[in-house]
């Protein structure tokens, strides 16, 4: 089945950095775009970037463009959320998924996520 395994999340003081890991398995990762989401505190759960199934074009929400980079692995089914010059308010529970790159269908399986907390 459909398995994404989140990882490198904790705390980090602001201006400071970290990279996220989404392990995946259960589906033909080199046909699908894939997505970072996050979800703070008693809020919907956002889009954060993606990235296309070669990894030559990632797309980022305005509020982490130019901090953030997505990329890939299609060999090992894992892509990663470089994150710099983290903020207060990117303070949430990170997920990914990923999206058929030809039918649009969205893969329906969550992962746990993983928490990334920025504070001094």
């Known amino acids: 089945q459909v398995q994404f395994v989140e990882s490198g999340g904790g705390l980090v003081q602001p201006g400071g950095s970290l990279t996220l890991s989404c392990a995946t398995s259960?589906?033909?990762?080199?046909?699908?775009?894939m997505r970072w989401y996050r979800q703070a505190p008693e809020k919907a759960r956002d889009l954060v970037g993606s990235?296309?199934?070669?990894?030559?074009?990632?797309n980022l929400a305005d509020s982490v463009r130019g901090r953030f980079t997505i990329s890939r692995d299609n060999a090992r089914n894992t892509f990663y959320l470089q994150m710099n010059d983290l903020r207060p308010d990117d303070t949430a529970i990170y997920y990914c998924n990923g999206k058929h790159r030809i039918t649009g269908d969205l893969l329906g399986n969550w992962g746990q996520g993983t928490q990334v907390t920025v504070s001094s």
């Open positions: 990235i296309t199934p070669t990894g030559l074009a990632t």
């Open positions: 259960g589906f033909t990762f080199s046909d699908y775009v």
